[in-house]
């Protein structure tokens, strides 16, 4: 499952993009972005790096959108109380043989001249076992989350497994980058499991852009303690993005 960037771009027909790496399709409706990356592995359905904005599953059109090399980007301003334009760019993640990453890069901006900032992005997968980290660490001290869903508040990193014993079982991990983490909440629903990442910890202001990143990654799972914690400290430490 390891693609380049180069090997798995993006293909753009109105507002549904579709990547073709061997063996994984990958769509994105940029009408629908809550829905986020629609993925289909082996026998799991996931839907990775959506954008919640409080709009449901109801259509909401990007007032612009565009390919830049490997980039996929579009702008959303809901019609809510804090006049929320949120610019946001989902771009294939490489680096670790066999397994298959994306990156999302969410900005923030608002006419107000104050406003909650918050924006929570979210994917929803198939999961047997939930595991946390903190991300500080390459060899990640991975700790069991329990039926609960109970996230510790500094948890930055959630591997979650799947399809034990089967030999092309796989795991997958979302992180959020720690400089701009609010929190983590989880909902399961059977082995559906809701993950929802939310960024910006403070208020923003007008004429001030807020940004930060959450990642997702799909592996092997015999080793998914040790490529998800070096995908995750990587991500940690990598320097923030300066377009978007």
Known sequence: MSHSPSTAVWSLTGTVACQRPAAMPIELDLARPAQGIDTQCGDHHDHLLGLGLG??????????????????????EPADARHLRATVMW????????????EVVVSAQTSLLTADAAIAVVSTVEADDLLWSDGRRAHHDWQPIGPDGAVPAGATCILARRGAGAADATSLVVAVHPADHRHIIIARAGRRVRIECWLFSSAIEKGVLLRSRVLAAIGPAPT????AGRIAAGFAASPPPLTT
């Open 55 to 76: 709009t449901g599953d109801v259509p909401l059109w990007p007032t612009d959108h565009w390919l830049r090399g490997d980039d996929l980007a579009a702008v959303y």
């Open 91 to 102: 771009r294939m993640r490489a680096g670790e043989p066999g397994v298959t990453g994306w």
């Open 224 to 227: 998914d303690a040790a490529w």
